[in-house]
C-alpha cells in the first residue's frame, strides 16, 4: 500500500517562503510522476505543479518563477519549494503521485497579508 505522508505546511506572511515535503512509501515512486495540487476554501482542487520520473517540470501560470518542484528519488520524497508567497496562495495542498494514483492526506498553507 502507498501512503503518502505531506508536512511543512504553516503560517507565513505574503512575501515568504515554505516548502512542502511529500514522503512516500512503495516501491514504485522512482517510476511515477508526482505532483502538488491545492484546494483553497470553496473552489476546486488545481494543479500547482508537476515533475516527471525524468525530472521534467510544469507549473501553473499563477506560480511560475515563485514555486520549484523537485524530487529526491534516494529519499522517496518530492518537493515543493514556494517563495514570494502571496495571500492568494492560501490553501490545503495535496500531494499526488499518479502510478498507482495515490494522494496524501493535504498540508494547510496560510499566507497572512
Known amino acids: 500500500q502507498v501512503q503518502l505522508v505531506e508536512s511543512g505546511g504553516g503560517l507565513v506572511q505574503a512575501g515568504g517562503s515554505l516548502r512542502l515535503s511529500c514522503a512516500a512509501s512503495?516501491?514504485?515512486?522512482?517510476?511515477?510522476?508526482m505532483a502538488w495540487y491545492r484546494q483553497a476554501p470553496g473552489k476546486q482542487r488545481e494543479l500547482v505543479a508537476r515533475?516527471?520520473?525524468?525530472?521534467?517540470?510544469n507549473y501553473a501560470d499563477s506560480v511560475k518563477g515563485r514555486f520549484t518542484i523537485s524530487r529526491d528519488n534516494a529519499k522517496n520524497t518530492v518537493y515543493l519549494q514556494m517563495s514570494s508567497l502571496k495571500p492568494e496562495d492560501t490553501a490545503v495542498y495535496y500531494c499526488?503521485?499518479?502510478?498507482?494514483?495515490?494522494w496524501g492526506q493535504g498540508t494547510q498553507v496560510t499566507v497572512s497579508s
Open positions: 515533475i516527471t520520473s525524468a525530472g521534467a517540470t
Open positions: 499526488n503521485q499518479e502510478v498507482p494514483t495515490r
Open positions: 512503495g516501491s514504485f515512486f522512482a517510476f511515477s510522476p
